[in-house]
């Protein structure tokens, strides 16, 4: 089973900032990309999406703050987020994806402190 591994998570004061790296290995250039975070009790949901081109989409709490990125030779997904705010504390997974394939890594803690 495809799993991947975040690294870059931890423990943040607000208004600090933090980058998450998601390793997938090669083979996956052509496959789409987000980032998902989720709260002890509620769904996971959508923080950052990157397709194979390059166009990317961010939830509406996050945009300005968060960037995505990619690099395909490194085969490798980024997230870049600065002034962090509590509100962005969670588990973020990355998620590679095409039309019927999807892969998830395992999980990573954010905590932002008030």
């Known amino acids: 089973q495809v799993q991947f591994v975040e690294s870059g998570g931890g423990l943040v004061q607000s208004g600090g900032s933090l980058r998450l790296s998601c390793v997938t290995g090669?083979?996956?250039?052509?496959?789409?990309m987000s980032w998902h975070r989720q709260v002890a009790g509620t769904e996971r949901e959508l923080v950052a999406d990157i397709d194979t081109y390059g166009t990317t989409s961010y939830q509406d709490s996050v945009k300005g703050r968060f960037t995505i990125s990619r690099d395909n030779a490194k085969s490798t997904l980024f997230l870049e987020m600065s002034n962090l705010k509590p509100e962005d504390t969670g588990v973020y997974y990355c998620?590679?994806?095409?039309?019927?394939?999807?892969?998830w890594g395992k999980g990573i803690q954010v905590t932002v402190s008030s």
């Open positions: 090669p083979g996956f250039g052509m496959y789409g």
């Open positions: 998620k590679v994806y095409n039309w019927r394939e999807v892969y």
